[in-house]
């Protein structure tokens, strides 16, 4: 599971993969729960889910009780973009549950730690293309 961890203070935003047998620290929290920063990785931070996606792409809504997918009747919000004005379309959206289901998970600080998220985070060199 990829964590993606956004910095209000800074504007930037690093990510980090999770193990498989440390996900459980996450499943059935929801959007907008606190979350201690050392289970991903950062010690010392107090962190705040703020959204996500699943396996197939879809978001999660904050509106959407559950962990379960599901088809919405949308005019707004997380996962849609209106093109005209008034318009509403059904749209696939995740619940506001963390599962097992879930690749990526999108969080804030609200505390900072001792480090620096770039001492915890170092970028990674780009690859060079052939």
Known sequence: MKVVISDPK????????IAKDKETALVGLKLGDP????AVGAGGYKLQITGGSDKDGFPMRKDLRGGRKARLLLSGGVG??????????????????ITDQMVQINTKVTEAG???LEE?????PKEEKK
Do not use: H, I
């Open 10 to 17: 800074t504007g930037r935003s690093y990510q980090t993969e």
């Open 120 to 124: 915890l985070f170092p970028p990674k």
């Open 80 to 97: 849609f973009r209106a093109k005209r004005k008034g318009e509403r379309r059904k749209k696939s959206v995740r619940g506001n549950l």
């Open 114 to 116: 001792e480090k620096k």
């Open 35 to 38: 979350l201690d920063g050392g």
